[in-house]
Nanobody, 118 residues
Framework: VQLQASGGGFVQAGGSLRLSCAAS????????MGWFRQAPGKEREFVAS????????YLPESFKDRFAISRDSAKNMVYLQMNSLRPDDTAVYYC????????????YGQGTQVTVSS
C-alpha cells in the first residue's frame, strides 16, 4: 500500500486548504481511510476517517465544524477539506489506511506540511 499526500502549504488564518491523498498498491474495498496530524513537540492526532466502501465519515468534535473528509473511489483519492484554519492547525498531515480486520491504522503516507500564519 502506498499513500501519497499533497496539497499542504502556507495559508493565513481563516483560509482554506484541501489536502489530497493518492492511494495505490491494492484494492481498498473494506478499508478505513484517515487523516492524522502531528505538530512539533506533540503526539500524532487523529483528524478524520472515511470508509472506502460506503463513504461513512467520522470527525472528532474538535474538527467537524471546520474540516471534511471525502473520497473518490474511482480515482483512488481521499481528500481533507480544511476551512477556517487557525495557527494551531499547523502540523504535518498524514494520510493513513486501516486494513480489513485490523484494529489500528496499518499504513501511513509521508505527510504534507500545513503552516497557518496569524
Amino acid at each position: 500500500v502506498q499513500l501519497q499526500a499533497s496539497g499542504g502549504g502556507f495559508v493565513q488564518a481563516g483560509g482554506s486548504l484541501r489536502l489530497s491523498c493518492a492511494a495505490s498498491g491494492r484494492t481498498f474495498t473494506g478499508y478505513l481511510m484517515g487523516w492524522f496530524r502531528q505538530a512539533p513537540g506533540k503526539e500524532r492526532e487523529f483528524v478524520a476517517s472515511i470508509t472506502w466502501t460506503g463513504g461513512d465519515t467520522y470527525l472528532p468534535e474538535s474538527f467537524k465544524d471546520r474540516f471534511a473528509i471525502s473520497r473518490d473511489s474511482a480515482k483512488n483519492m481521499v481528500y481533507l477539506q480544511m476551512n477556517s484554519l487557525r495557527p494551531d492547525d499547523t502540523a504535518v498531515y498524514y494520510c493513513a489506511a486501516r486494513a480489513v480486520g485490523s484494529w489500528s491504522f496499518d499504513y501511513y503516507g509521508q505527510g504534507t506540511q500545513v503552516t497557518v500564519s496569524s
